[in-house]
């Protein structure tokens, strides 16, 4: 089981002094994030990538390169790669040469991101939102795993023995996450290839997440990759704690009613009662994030997403030393009641383990 903190990279003011940090502000603390999960024992960074204002992450592989040279056992992922409107030659040359930077420490997580007007700022249409998900990710897998390829699709121009360098380190790719709010197309394509797919589940009500993972297990079955309780599922989660419930609840209170992505609507009891949102002491984080496992099953990464709704880093630093303590008691928890045949997650390791174990197999 993987545990780590995903950040979106917003610059939202703080709504208790109404200060607002400046871009540069926003952009290291992500690091001192990334920097701080690691010294606590967290397997995962993840950062988003948008392309405006109020988010500072437009360039993900420079920000995890940085990182990578300054962590030794962090996996680094995209909390989203927009597999839209990023060409899949860049892709599959700029994550390769990631992973080489960081001994193969790296991930993707694929979505259409939530922001409509990045479709024409990089020449697409937001209408052949879908198409564009499923060309574009069929170009880079043949990209990372065909030395020479030829490829003539509707979205871009044709390729002619193109040979995307560097080849992924060891010849095996990053592991890819399909990450969706709500397109069972998407959940389609992650269980077609046998990828992991990663439900958001920070906004909506869990019945909406539970759908679609039920209907990626379903499918991750059906195209033969092995039982439906072995795919490779990933989820997201917030949370906010103190030692004393009630104090934690007093401190995020302001921040919960003025943040852009679910102030003035359900109040701060409602929204908690109804999503993984979840305020309160450590001991209640820990029994929240276990029954996640009741309604979707066994799953192999659980990412928190801490540093929003313009909370100072001070703060954020000190929910992360929580995080610290709590899990290594959700790992043993979940560890412990999941079946042999259900697999860990993926790493770089286990992947080129399985890859020679493939190319044994076939002499």
């Not at 030829?150 to 592991?175: A, E, H, I, K, N």
């Not at 092995?226 to 599922?233: E, H, S």
């Not at 996640?292 to 801490?306: H, N």
């Not at 001070?314 to 043993?332: M, S």
Request: glycine share 8%; aromatic share 10%.
């Amino acid at each position: 089981m993987q545990f780590g903190i995903f950040s979106v990279g917003d610059v939202t003011p703080d709504p208790t002094n109404g200060r607002v940090p400046s871009e540069h502000e926003r952009i290291t603390a992500m690091i001192t994030l990334a920097l701080k999960a690691e010294e606590v024992g967290l397997d995962v960074f993840a950062g988003g990538e948008h392309h405006n204002p109020p988010f500072v992450p437009s360039s993900p592989t420079t920000m995890l390169g940085y990182i990578g040279a300054r962590t030794s056992r962090l996996i680094l992922s995209t909390a989203t790669t927009l597999i839209t409107t990023n060409d899949p030659v860049k892709i599959a040359e700029d994550y390769a040469m990631l992973q080489h930077l960081t001994g193969g420490r790296v991930d993707l997580m694929l979505g259409r991101g939530n922001t409509a007007p990045v479709y024409p700022w990089f020449g697409q249409d937001i209408r052949m939102g879908i198409p564009l998900a499923i060309e574009n990710y069929a170009l880079l897998r043949r990209l990372w795993r065909e030395d020479v390829v030829d490829w003539d699709g509707r979205f871009r121009t044709p390729l002619q023995g193109f040979t995307s360098t560097p080849r992924p380190l060891d010849g095996v790719p990053p592991f890819v996450w399909h990450g969706s709010i709500r397109s069972p197309e998407i959940a389609e394509q992650a269980a077609y290839y046998g990828d992991g797919f990663f439900a958001n589940h920070i906004f909506w009500p869990k019945e909406h997440f539970e759908r679609l993972i039920s209907f990626y297990r379903r499918r991750f079955e059906h195209y033969g990759h092995g039982a439906a309780d072995q795919a490779i599922v990933g989820l997201g989660g917030q949370v906010f704690m103190r030692r004393d419930s009630q104090d934690a609840v007093n401190e995020f209170r302001p921040y919960f009613d003025k943040a852009p992505v679910y102030g003035h609507g359900p109040s701060l009891e409602e929204f908690t009662a109804e999503t993984p949102l979840t305020i309160g002491s450590p001991q209640q984080v820990i029994e929240k994030t276990l029954t996640f496992r009741e309604t979707f099953g066994d799953y192999q990464r659980q990412l928190f997403l801490v540093d929003h709704a313009g909370l100072p880093l001070k703060t954020v630093l000190e929910q992360l030393d929580l995080l610290g303590e709590i899990v290594p008691v959700l790992r043993k928890e979940l560890d412990a009641l999941r079946p042999a045949h259900v697999p860990d997650a993926p790493t770089h390791a286990s992947l080129v383990a399985r890859s020679n174990e493939l190319e044994g197999s076939t002499r």
